[in-house]
């Protein structure tokens, strides 16, 4: 009964359900958008043709086939300073002289962004010798035969979405138990639900319920949102997805309980709440994977509770995961669960003292 | 002058019977704070009994040590003729609270409200005839955030009553009410003792306590200074001689208040 009035209490007050479904929607959908990571990289070669003449016109045109080459043609001052603008990785100048006997191709490159210049660098070299075989006429002693796999196409949307359910589940543990716990305690609610007989875990598993359905329909809602408008591969069960989902929460849960338990006000366990909500938040490869991290910030943010969950949920709903090939994350997470439980039981008080 | 007979250790238990609370050498300490001095005191059944002090008194410690909310170091209370401090729980289903600042879930109807609270005693309660009570039937299906201070007061007490209580803790309950609400809730507060309930009050009114109370305890610094009906205590201080500024009329300016404004109340 305690559990079905918290939870008709809790889902009228649409203000706060539309914004803990609001706020993850929004990123995915700013992340979705600008699609990081999912663009073919492409260099920009610009090519000064002196020549004019068969051989440069079959090289321009063989540079025109590679999918990852942006060809511009222009006069060597014009693309010169494109390159100092930074708007070409390499800009080859072919001589007039091409195609009569060996002839040496001048390529200049951007020094400020080696990366791409060492792509389209290396390009060009494949070019120039495969040209070079076959005005020679000669075969090439080794040939490297290319055959296609059929592999899922991953895109950074398939990374973000298992990110940002963990996201929202901490997101939803965390502020959503700060704050109306310390507005309970201040406003007196709790004070009034103790002088009955009220049995305590009754009402801590009333509260359990409500967010955890709260949050089993944000993991839904968002995987929806993420299938139908950003069109997210997702190859694993939901089932798993929900269950990881929700033990994932109570971590959270038990940590918003332990930060309300201990702050006296709204105003010292917002900044609580957020010391520890931003850290997880960025340092978790949630936004983009930890590998991109120093080794030494991976050694560290492998062990966060938030990796655990996003990790998990993303081996679910990418890999088709089953609960036991997680087992690792999922020891993770009960060890998370096991010290959050510990703390909130330390830390919570029913009063303002 | 002695205030209270302390009966035995032994005896108290059984004496227990015909007093709705029994109080003997309550202590409770926060830090170096003495907040309750080793009190000793009786409600009698059906009485409206009234804890008066300044703030600091000690009212509140003592109020909530009797509702199983604290817990006390030294002496012993029997409330319902149940030892709060063994039982607290069973206490707490054999009375009604209304606390000073109560506020409740905001997502719910009153009546839902009152269906939850009865859920929380194990039992169901007629919401409806409840709320008829104190004069809420129009406002079964508003939420708690849309009452006047009057009618959530009001409302305070209707959820307090859920139980049937034997006994009812009223705590300043009439706090920052207009007179029309003041008149109204003394009202109900009568009503209630009439159904055979006992009724503990706490006020900073003086003309409440007057007008409610079949007795006072004045407390100050953890200590209880006089236990006794309000004119018998008036009667004393007159017979020291003392005569108070105004000469006593026998209407006061809220009278005429009332008299111009009307006893109606005033909300929605």
């Not at chain 1, 059929?150 to 990110?163: A, E, H, I, K, M």
């Not at chain 2, 002695?2 to 004496?15: C, E, F, I, K, M």
């Not at chain 2, 000793?40 to 703030?55: A, C, D, K, Q, T």
């Not at chain 2, 007061?153 to 003041?182: H, K, M, Y």
């Amino acid at each position: 009964m305690l559990t079905w009035s918290s939870l008709k209490a809790y889902f009228r007050n649409r203000g706060a359900i539309f914004f803990s479904l609001l706020v993850p929607l929004m990123i995915m959908g700013i992340f979705g958008l600008i699609n990081f990571g999912n663009s073919t990289p492409s260099v920009n070669i610009g090519i000064v043709d002196q020549a004019h003449n068969q051989v440069s016109g079959r090289i321009l045109s063989s540079l025109q086939g590679i999918k990852a080459v942006k060809l511009h043609t222009g006069s060597l001052d014009g693309e010169k300073h494109e390159l100092q603008q930074g708007n070409r990785d390499l800009v080859a100048v072919l001589p007039a002289s091409i195609g009569q006997g060996s002839t040496a191709i001048t390529a200049y490159y951007n020094q400020g962004n080696p990366q791409n210049s060492q792509v389209a660098i290396a390009i060009m070299n494949q070019f120039v010798d495969r040209a070079s075989f076959a005005f020679a006429g000669i075969s090439p002693a080794l040939t490297l035969d290319t055959k296609p796999v059929q592999s899922r196409n991953l895109t950074y949307v398939d990374f973000l979405v298992p990110g940002m359910i963990a996201l929202s589940i901490m997101q939803t543990g965390l502020f959503g138990v700060v704050f109306t716990f310390v507005q309970w305690k201040q406003r007196g609610i709790l004070r009034r639900l103790m002088a009955t007989p009220m049995r305590v875990r009754d009402f801590f598993f009333s509260q359990l319920v409500t967010r955890l359905t709260t949050v089993a329909l944000q993991i839904v809602v968002l995987l929806a949102v993420g299938l139908f408008l950003f069109h997210f591969h997702f190859a694993g069960n939901l089932l798993y997805l929900l269950i990881v989902g929700i033990i994932g929460g109570g971590i959270f849960l038990a940590m918003g309980l332990a930060i309300s338990g201990a702050s006296k006000s709204e105003e010292t366990a917002a900044p609580i709440a957020n010391l520890v909500s931003l850290p997880l938040m960025f340092l978790s490869g949630i936004f983009f994977s930890r590998s991109n991290m120093p080794e030494w910030l991976q050694a560290i943010t492998q062990y966060s509770p938030l990796t655990y969950v996003s990790d998990a949920l993303r081996s679910i709903s990418i890999g088709g995961a089953s609960l036991w090939a997680i087992r690792a994350d999922l020891l993770g997470i009960f060890v998370w669960l096991a010290i959050a439980v510990v703390l909130a039981t330390r830390l919570f008080k029913w009063e303002v003292v | 002058m002695s205030v209270v007979t302390r009966p035995g250790q032994a005896d108290l238990a059984a004496d227990t019977q015909g007093f709705a609370i029994l109080v003997d050498g309550l202590r409770k300490r926060y830090g170096s704070l003495v907040a309750v001095d080793g009190i000793s005191f009786r409600v009698e059944e059906r009485e409206i009994f009234g804890l008066l002090g300044p703030n600091g008194a000690g009212k509140t410690t003592t109020v909530e040590i009797l509702e199983g909310l604290r817990d006390a170091d030294e002496g012993r209370a029997f409330v319902a003729g149940i030892d709060v401090r063994k039982d607290p729980q069973k206490v707490k289903s054999l009375i009604g609270v209304q606390l000073q600042s109560s506020a409740f879930f905001d997502g719910l109807s009153l009546l839902e409200l009152l269906d939850m609270f009865a859920a929380l005693y194990k039992r169901t309660v007629d919401a409806m005839g409840l709320l008829k009570k104190v004069d809420l039937a129009e406002k079964a299906h508003s939420t708690v955030g849309k009452l006047s201070g009057g009618q959530k007061q009001r409302f305070s007490i209707a959820t307090a009553l859920v139980n049937e209580p034997q006994i009812l803790f009223l705590d300043e309950p009439t706090t920052g009410l207009d007179p029309q609400a003041r008149r109204n809730l003394w009202e109900l507060a009568n009503s209630i003792r009439a159904e055979g309930r006992t009724i503990v009050l706490t006020t900073h009114y003086m003309d409440e306590a007057e007008t409610l109370c079949d007795r006072v305890a004045i407390m100050d610094h953890g200590k209880i200074l006089a236990m006794e009906p309000p004119d018998s205590l008036i009667q004393r201080l007159l017979d020291k001689g003392f005569r108070g500024e105004r000469v006593e009329r026998s209407a006061n300016l809220e009278d005429v208040f009332l008299d111009m404004t009307g006893h109606g109340l005033r909300e929605s």
